[in-house]
């Protein structure tokens, strides 16, 4: 399964970024998939999951209500989706997945993710 990640950019902020994760390999709706950040000088946090058919969505407080995930299974894709960006947001963005059967939320954690993608370089502009 190979995973890769594009979309990313230079923004100001209050500006709007779509990221993109293409899955190759296998059939895609047999995976769930999230995306996770990692600011300079920070540890890797959890930003949003979707679960394998797109019904269960999940993010951390810090970006829900101005980022959203989604899935097209048909094209292998998953999206996230990104408003009202704040610096703050300026990370590499990494997109993951699993084939593990879906049980929650920790399904979705990072130590649960068993494929990794290239990050894409976020950067909000003050």
């Known amino acids: 399964v190979q995973l890769q990640a594009s979309g990313g950019g230079l923004v100001q902020t209050g500006g709007s970024l779509r990221l993109s994760c293409a899955v190759s390999g296998r059939t895609f709706s047999d995976y769930a998939a999230a995306w996770f950040r990692q600011a300079p000088g920070k540890e890797r946090e959890f930003v949003a999951g979707i679960n394998h058919s797109g019904v269960r969505k999940y993010y951390s407080d810090s970006v829900k209500g101005r980022f959203t995930i989604s899935r097209d299974n048909a094209k292998s894709t998953v999206y996230l989706q990104m408003i009202s960006l704040k610096p703050e947001d300026t990370a590499v963005y990494y997109c993951?997945?699993?084939?593990?059967?879906?049980?929650?939320?920790?399904?979705?954690?990072?130590?649960?993710?068993?494929?990794w993608g290239k990050g894409t370089q976020v950067t909000v502009s003050s």
């Open positions: 993951a997945a699993n084939r593990r059967p879906y049980s929650g939320k920790h399904s979705l954690s990072e130590t649960s993710m068993d494929y």
